[in-house]
């Protein structure tokens, strides 16, 4: 009895927290209806035979068929290894990072964020030009007479690798960056002035403390590595086939959508239980980042796995922070330290030179596109012969190339927008309002971030068969905004965490209504976090391929849709003259909304 | 009494960042079992002398000795010496006990013993009962104890603290003055002890480094700097000053000079006063007495009493003087006695000895 009265106390109070909640439903809904809606029926549909009746049979023919296993063997070991690499070589950047001047970081952070939002394709094509049978790489080493034959650098493992640690990279080196950043400076240093050489103070304390964020890159990079197409595709051999392959060729050949959803589940499968021994090892918590995740508690690992871990962890990077420091003793011992005269880290300069080594094979491979769209020759070839526009005047003079790049930009620009006005909404309450299950509405916003984005694309493609949007731009828009909506709440989201609510309140007390508040005071503040979200939504569309290839064809294509079918077919200087393109138009985009989001957080802050 | 050994030696220790001087020409000395403050405003280079003698930031020229050795470059590991930091800089992710045997540890020392000295150093800051725990779930006063336990612990030649109460609420503070001050006498440890809180350095210290600009301005004990300081802004960073403008008439022991307005002061020089020159007079405000009528007083000034701030145990009294200056007088609150209103004319007077002439400076920027 007393549960009912309280029941019927509570509503006014919480109908009211919903209703003021309004301004996220419209994105709610269409994160429902466009996201998780299809993808859970494509899902459930592969338990279903082409009756409509319940059956395992897409599983059974998976688990007989011995190639399926097989690519999902060999998905795990390119994942595995493109993660161990990445981690390996974004290591170095990420301490450089973190623990120079705020100039160079700042530039430094750009050089890494640039190839972060550089297509997949341009990155992909970029590498083929450097790395082929004629390319830039082989000629260097013929001529200097090092080999006597071309090099195989790509079409083989050794392709995949180089593409796709050079795609995960940035994300590797992002990720580890944010946990860096918040390990105190003094540690180290009160770690030397307690007794600790060199390298005990950096294993034990340093290194120790970044573990969270070296697994969270590891993690993400895996996952995100698992639903990888494009660079297998395009740089790997017969045998580098990874699973979002072969759900391409069953969507793409058999149009059999059950047993892609099959395949799906079984991607999904894999990631979840990647998620879950992490979480039993480190906890999710460290996935978020921050202070807390550098207080990875001791003795919060429970379980025996994690104890162990835990235990031969510790041995192990006392081992190393031993190893080091005996290697610095046989350097002493040769070049001895004097107290009487100053001394050069020469520890620090090799890590200068690893690191701009590493951002270099990050940001460099891409220039080389530019040169070679001038060539005056009809091979790509390095160095570029002559000089020449032919192949701009080629890209201009195809119908096919043209609409594209004009549906490619209608698409991104309506997608921005779309993006920026439910995005930036539902910030407003995601920041603003207590909200009953807030953390899970986020990850539900958030989720398409983390899911293979071919699961998305097929779904879609299943969604958009029935109800005729196959091929419409309404549909690349609807799909695209999936994609790009993260990145609106994620940016409009941390400039509003910095802004001081009072001044708005101060706005009302003068005498504003809630509507003038927030065109005259509120989003002049925050605009450039705001039309930074817009420019990073704009780039998500403009860049995606995965949506694009199933919901786009023949007439209706988009630009990387384009080049993917140019790219399978036929290699020529028209693909260096629209990856320029793309390069000069998504670094534009990307170095304005970077300026336009530091300042906004500066001025914020 | 024999001269106590000397730990710490600087000389002419100088660093450049670019075009900016943090610090110039520092020469300072620090015996076994003193306590040394720097004491300056942010920017004065107090933290940067600090990190030097740590060894955390190279000076550009000059020389560190630590106990007898020569350690200007030497890193950080091999210099015996413990650092409290600001924001204590324990190790997150080790519990307290870890963090206290760290030191040992690095220094190959056998776990047993490792075991008695975390014990007894914990005994010592009173807080045995913390071992296990983690940083994070102490008090900051906890914290500020175990810093200083990680650091004892090993016994270093010297202990640099900087600004080590910074971070604790003001009744906290003058609880860990009090401790800190006590092991210093109780475990004869040698401190250099960085603050921009003059209370604090005057409360805690044997003798006070001031510094202003990258330079030292004086070096004594607080008394000294107190009573004597050697130049204006020793006289405004320490305490209150009436600063008055005047020139030297008359120069010798005791000076003679024409103040502001037709006033003629009498006031205690350092011998460099020449007749002619401009000088400032110094003056505390606890050393002025407001005069009843007639009474007699080596200097005497009159004015109009603009503003009377009643503060408990003292009352301070503003008082105008004719030509602009504003003098500030502290005095024991009388209570039942009849106090000047605000507006009537006010003698105030002080004797020669407590007026101190010091040359006037151009100000250094």
């Known amino acids: 009895m007393s549960g009912a009265a309280s029941v019927a106390a509570a509503p006014p109070l919480s109908q009211s927290a919903w209703a003021r909640a309004w301004p996220i439903y419209p994105l709610l809904f269409f994160v429902i209806g466009i996201f998780i809606y299809p993808v859970a029926q494509i899902l459930i549909l592969s338990f279903f035979d082409s009756a409509g009746h319940f059956s395992l049979a897409n599983y059974a023919r998976i688990a007989t068929t011995p190639v399926y296993l097989q690519t999902l063997i060999i998905t795990f070991e390119i994942a595995g290894w493109t993660t161990g690499l990445a981690m390996l070589a974004g290591y170095p950047v990420a301490y450089l990072l973190a623990n120079s001047s705020a100039r160079m970081r700042d530039s430094l952070t750009l050089l890494v964020l640039m190839p972060f939002w550089t297509s997949f394709l341009v990155r992909t094509f970029a590498w083929m030009i450097l790395l082929g049978r004629n390319g830039a790489a082989n000629r260097l080493l013929l001529s200097l007479g090092i080999v006597d034959e071309p090099v195989s650098f790509i079409y083989n493992f050794t392709g995949v690798m180089i593409g796709m640690v050079h795609a995960m990279l940035p994300l590797a080196i992002l990720t580890m960056l944010s946990v860096m950043q918040s390990i105190d400076t003094n540690l180290v240093k009160a770690a030397r002035t307690l007794g600790a050489r060199g390298g005990q103070s950096f294993w034990r304390i340093y290194f120790r403390l970044s573990l969270p964020g070296l697994a969270a890159a590891g993690l993400l990079v895996f996952i995100t590595a698992l639903g990888f197409f494009i660079t297998p595709a395009l740089l790997g051999g017969r045998r580098e086939t990874m699973i979002s392959q072969v759900i391409i060729a069953v969507i793409q050949e058999l149009l059999n959508f059950p047993f892609a959803g099959a395949l799906a589940v079984l991607l999904l499968v894999a990631a979840g239980i990647v998620f879950y021994l992490y979480d039993r090892l480190l906890g999710m918590s460290t996935l978020s980042g921050g202070a807390s995740a550098s207080e990875l508690a001791v003795r919060g690992a429970s379980s025996a796995i994690a104890r162990a871990g835990a235990f031969f962890g510790e041995r192990l990077i006392a081992v190393l922070g031993w190893l080091s420091d005996r290697l610095g003793d046989l350097w002493d011992r040769l070049f001895p330290v004097r107290p009487d005269r100053p001394h050069r880290g020469i520890s620090r300069m090799i890590l200068w030179i690893v690191g701009l080594l590493i951002v270099g094979f990050l940001c460099l491979p891409s220039l080389f596109v530019i040169p070679v769209s001038f060539t005056s020759g009809t091979f790509i070839e390095f160095p570029p012969q002559g000089f020449s526009l032919r192949w701009y005047q080629t890209y201009l003079g195809s119908g096919n190339w043209v609409n594209a790049t004009i549906r490619s930009f209608i698409v991104a620009g309506l997608t921005a927008v779309v993006s920026t006005l439910l995005g930036s909404a539902a910030a407003f309450v995601l920041v603003r309002q207590r909200l009953f299950g807030k953390v899970a509405i986020l990850s539900l916003i958030l989720a398409p971030l983390v899911l293979p984005r071919l699961i998305i694309a097929v779904a879609l493609f299943y969604l958009y068969a029935r109800l005729g949007l196959v091929g419409t731009i309404l549909g690349l828009v609807l799909g695209h905004t999936v994609l790009a909506v993260p990145y609106v709440v994620i940016t409009v989201m941390a400039v509003l965490k910095t802004y001081d609510e009072r001044l708005d309140q101060a706005a009302w007390s003068l005498g504003a209504n809630k509507l003038q508040t927030l065109y005259r005071i509120t989003l002049p503040q925050i605009r450039g976090g705001v039309i930074a979200g817009f420019l990073f939504a704009f780039i998500t569309s403009f860049d995606d391929l995965t949506v694009a290839l199933f919901v786009t064809g023949g007439s209706t294509s988009t630009l990387p849709r384009q080049m993917w079918n140019d790219l399978l077919l036929q290699v020529n200087p028209t693909l260096a003259a629209v990856s320029t393109v793309i390069l000069v138009f998504v670094t534009a985009f990307v170095i304005a909304a970077e300026m336009l989001r530091r300042r906004a957080s500066a001025r914020a802050g | ?365």
Not at chain 2, 128 to 143: D, F, I, K, N, W
Not at chain 2, 354 to 362: F, I, N
């Open chain 2, 1 to 365: 009494m024999t001269a106590a050994r000397t730990k710490l030696s600087i000389r002419g220790a100088t660093k450049h960042y670019g075009a900016v001087t943090a610090l110039a020409d520092a020469t300072l000395e620090l015996s076994e079992g003193e306590f040394l403050t720097l004491l300056g405003p942010s920017g004065s280079g107090k933290t940067t002398l600090l990190m030097m003698v740590a060894g955390l930031v190279p000076p550009s020229s000059g020389e560190v000795w630590i106990d007898g050795k020569l350690a200007t470059y030497a890193p950080p590991n091999k210099r015996d010496i413990g650092i409290v930091f600001q924001n204590y800089a324990l190790f997150p992710h080790l519990t307290v006990r870890e963090n206290i045997a760290f030191p040992l540890q690095m220094r190959r020392m056998a776990p047993a013993r490792i075991e008695e000295e975390v014990k007894r150093v914990l005994e010592i800051v009173r807080l045995p009962h913390v071992a296990g725990r983690l940083p994070r779930e102490l008090s900051g006063g906890q914290q500020q104890r175990i810093a200083l336990a990680r650091c004892i612990v090993y016994r270093p030649s010297i202990i640099l603290m900087d600004e080590p109460l910074g971070a604790l609420d003001r009744q906290l503070r003058d609880q860990m003055q009090l401790e800190i001050k006590e092991l210093h006498g109780r475990l004869g440890i040698t401190v250099l002890y960085v603050t921009h809180d003059q209370e604090e350095a005057m409360a805690m210290s044997d003798r006070i480094c001031l510094m202003n600009n990258g330079r030292i301005e004086q070096i004594g004990t607080p008394q000294e700097l107190y009573f004597r300081p050697k130049s204006v802004f020793v006289a405004q960073f320490l305490g209150e000053s009436n600063i008055l403008d005047a020139t030297v008439r008359l120069a010798g022991e005791t000076v003679t000079l024409a103040g502001p307005g037709d006033m003629v002061l009498r006031g205690r020089g350092d011998g460099t006063a020449m007749p002619g020159d401009a000088v400032k007079v110094i003056i505390r405000p606890e050393r002025l007495r407001v005069l009843s009528e007639d009474e007699p007083a080596e200097n005497v000034a009159s004015g109009t009493l603009k503003e009377t701030v009643f503060a408990g145990g003292v009352t301070r009294y503003f008082v105008a003087l004719p030509d602009g200056p504003v003098l500030s007088a502290k005095q024991l609150s009388t209570g039942a006695r009849k106090e000047p209103q605000l507006g009537d004319t006010v003698r105030l007077g002080w004797s020669a000895e407590h007026a101190l002439v010091l040359p006037q400076r151009e100000a250094r920027t």
